[in-house]
């Protein structure tokens, strides 16, 4: 049971019932759908075939998809792709053209106006750059710096500039309620400039009355990094994509943006992803730097990894899974807690919460068991990252899914809670099937009790198996 989740991209290599199940057996957590990419159909036909597989396997994994943002993507190219030269002039359009090795096309007509003389255009993860010598009424005339092949639906970035584009445009309001109207855990704002496009979000979420659906920011830019306290202060969490991230900013800061990232949604009790950059070698291994990278993220205490997997990279899935679970031994799980003790607030729930990881950590618990309705309690204790698992127990199907992604977080769906003896018992019963536990072993019981009632945490209850 790793503590660190693991978040898997579905495209059409791994959209297959057999493959979405060996995912789930080798350790995935949740699974994303980039919206840009696939249509409704394809998404509901994921979002069911999870749902039958979390009732056959037990498990409660949960549902993200990624709405398209403010992106400026190329259009078609003959053939599904162009190389360009370094040193060729070629022209973008803005109306729609199929694209060469002389010219393409971008799905944003006013690029033309936005972008400055001299303003460096990057693509293909900032691998082809372009620079722009002129301007004409619908087309920007611009000099190859540094040449490569651009595939169909490429996105293009202007470092520095902040297109005038509409952030929450009809398409992704569409996302948005499409993701509400069946019951999806969480929405991936894409390509976030500012506070106020997630505020926007949030207001269509009030309007669709949907209190589940959280939001998680994708970082990818200098302006949210800015904005990035107020960003984090209103978001269930954020997504930190490193190498969208380099196509704007200098490679050497990204190592520092990101522990300092991690940090700060810690601090705030908020979800840090780390988009992961492995590549499928023909072996299925993990380079040297690889698997650094990801106990990196781990020692840094981040909530979740994610990755693109399919079936043949079911070898990857079981090596990074490995460096997981050796790198969570190791995790300084006293500074976390020294760390969360002084940022906490006079909330009863997080000194209940800290009182119990101290606890735990002293009489060597194998467990926390946490009863809720709302995840509100266990969503505290994931934040002081007690060494041992986190086991939330909840009536509601939305609430568990939603704490499939909070680090140390198990969530187990029960039928009832009721008196604190139902609740013992069931605790007990959990803790003998999920974990490997012998006679005098101790676990923590913690929650509000009665349950339906109270607000906060006001029970702490130690037994030994």
């Known amino acids: ?114 972008v400055k003389y001299d303003s460096i255009i990057k693509l293909s993860n900032g691998l082809v750059k372009f620079q722009v010598l002129d301007k004409g009424e619908n087309f920007l005339l611009c000099k190859v710096v540094q040449g490569g092949t651009v595939y169909d639906n490429t996105t293009l970035v202007v470092p520095g500039v902040k297109l005038k ?44 009355e949907n209190n589940h659906l959280g939001i998680i ?106 460096v997981i679970k050796a790198a969570e031994q190791d995790i300084n799980y006293i500074n976390f807690l020294d760390l969360t003790v002084r940022s906490e607030s006079k909330d009863v729930t997080g000194n209940v919460a800290c009182s119990v990881a101290e606890m735990a950590s002293r009489l060597k618990c194998k467990t926390i068991v946490v009863p809720t309705i709302s995840g509100y309690t266990a969503r505290k204790m994931s934040r002081f990252r007690p060494r041992c698992p986190i086991i939330a127990i909840s009536t509601d199907e939305l609430t568990v899914r939603s704490l499939a992604l909070y680090f140390g977080v198990c969530p187990v769906l029960i039928d009832n809670l009721k008196s604190i003896d139902d609740i013992m018992v069931k605790a007990k019963k959990i803790v003998y099937d999920k974990l490997d536990v012998i006679s005098g072993d101790k676990i923590i019981i913690t929650g509000g009790y009665p349950f339906k009632d109270v607000k906060h945490t006001n029970l702490i209850v130690i037994e030994e198996l």
């Open 165 to 208: 584009t509409q952030y929450l445009s009809k398409e992704d309001q569409e996302h948005i309620k499409f993701a509400a109207n069946n019951e999806v855990d969480y929405i991936v704002v894409s390509y976030v400039n500012g506070v106020e496009e997630v505020l926007d979000v949030n207001d269509l979420l009030i309007d669709l």
């Open 1 to 114: 049971m790793n503590r660190t989740k693991i978040i898997a991209k579905v495209d059409e290599n791994n959209n297959q019932a057999d493959v979405l199940k060996e995912l789930i057996l080798n350790g995935v957590d949740a699974f994303c759908i980039n919206m840009y990419e696939f249509s409704y159909d394809f998404c509901l036909d994921v979002i069911n075939k999870i749902r039958i597989l979390n009732k056959e396997l037990d498990v409660n994994s949960a549902i993200m998809l990624e709405t398209v943002g403010s992106k400026v993507h190329v259009n078609r190219f003959l053939g599904g792709s162009a190389t360009f030269k370094t040193n060729d002039k070629i022209r973008i359009y803005m109306n729609k053209t199929v694209g060469d090795e002389t010219k393409f096309s971008v799905d944003y007509k006013d690029l033309v106006n936005d």
């Open 217 to 322: 920011a994708k970082i990818e830019n200098q302006f949210a990094l800015d904005e990035i306290d107020d960003i984090i202060n209103i978001c269930e969490g954020i997504v930190i994509a490193r190498e969208n991230l380099g196509m704007e900013i200098p490679l050497e800061r990204i190592p520092g943006i990101q522990k300092s990232l991690i940090n700060k949604c810690h601090i705030a009790g908020k979800l840090s992803i780390i988009v992961s950059d492995m590549v499928s070698n023909l072996d299925n291994s993990l380079t040297k730097a690889e698997v650094s990278d990801i106990a990196n993220a781990v020692l840094d205490g981040t909530d979740a990894l994610m990755f693109n997997s399919s079936k043949k990279s079911l070898e990857l899935l079981k090596a990074t899974e490995k």
